[in-house]
């Protein structure tokens, strides 16, 4: 990467059936071996299970479930005269989401179930309900945050 200038930020378009940019967001990361109808296929019947099981939309599902999942502090560590120190830092919004999403995907692939979709819909309503697997990853990461609070004068 170069030290000169930042990588300019790719424009993401939003996906044909939801017209959301956070759906298409959430397929190239589900997405397996350039898969990407597979990745869409799953998506599409979580969110059809969503349906069914709520009564709601569920793209506003998906939208809590992220939004709840998604980290405010994280820490970074950090070395200072031969000592590494954790050190808490704010999450940028893009990088939160980006973690929120991560997590999401990755325990929805560690649960029990029959199919992706299945454990997908799992993840998403129960992150969207403030339990799961991706809001005690954030809740963990939070408490780090807090436990490392004397070293937030290293901050870069």
Known sequence: MSRRTAAQ???INPDPVYNSRLVNMMVSR???SGKKSVA???IYD???IIQERTGSDPLETFEQAVRNATPLVEVKARRVGG???QVPMEVRSDRGIALALRWLIQFSRQRSGR???M???NELM???NETGSAIRRREETHRMAEANKAFAHYRY
């Open 9 to 11: 930020k790719r424009r």
């Open 40 to 42: 869409y296929r799953i």
């Open 115 to 117: 199919t992706m979709s």
């Open 83 to 85: 000592a590494t120190y």
């Open 46 to 48: 979580a969110f059809k």
């Open 119 to 121: 454990k997908l819909a």
């Open 126 to 128: 129960d992150a969207a």
């Open 30 to 32: 589900i997405m397996k």
